[in-house]
């Protein structure tokens, strides 16, 4: 229900944006996350925005590169990404709740999309 997309192949210090959007249902009014997965490694937070937008919440290992927002209206939740390492190097996940208590918890999350490959190379 939920499509991410926008990954790709880019060098270190460049710039993605990734978008998501639902299919047969409207998520306004849902809070949003983003997740992501390194190979062997387990699915981390990443950002969070409340369904109104007032409130967006980040791991530190993104903050001050990573800017998460919203447009309701257009029912899409993106994911600006600046400043990319290797690091960053992922399947990223967009995921929806009608309520999160912890932001970062992937439990609290009821949909998921199926991910974008978004690789960052040195």
């Known amino acids: 229900q939920l499509q991410a997309s926008g990954g790709g192949l880019v060098q270190a210090g460049g710039s993605l944006r990734l978008s998501c959007a639902p299919s047969g249902r409207t998520f306004s009014s849902y809070d949003m996350g983003w997740f992501r997965q390194a190979p062997g490694k387990e699915r981390e937070f990443v950002a969070a925005i409340t369904w109104s937008g007032s409130s967006t919440y980040y791991a530190d290992s993104v903050k001050g590169r990573f800017t998460i927002s919203r447009d309701n209206a257009k029912n899409t939740v993106y994911l600006q990404m600046n400043s990319l390492k290797p690091e960053d190097t992922a399947v990223y996940y967009c995921?929806?709740?009608?309520?999160?208590?912890?932001?970062?918890?992937?439990?609290?999350?009821?949909?998921w999309g199926q991910g974008t490959l978004v690789t960052v190379s040195s």
């Open positions: 995921a929806a709740s009608s309520y999160v208590g912890h932001f970062s918890a992937a439990s609290e999350y009821v949909y």
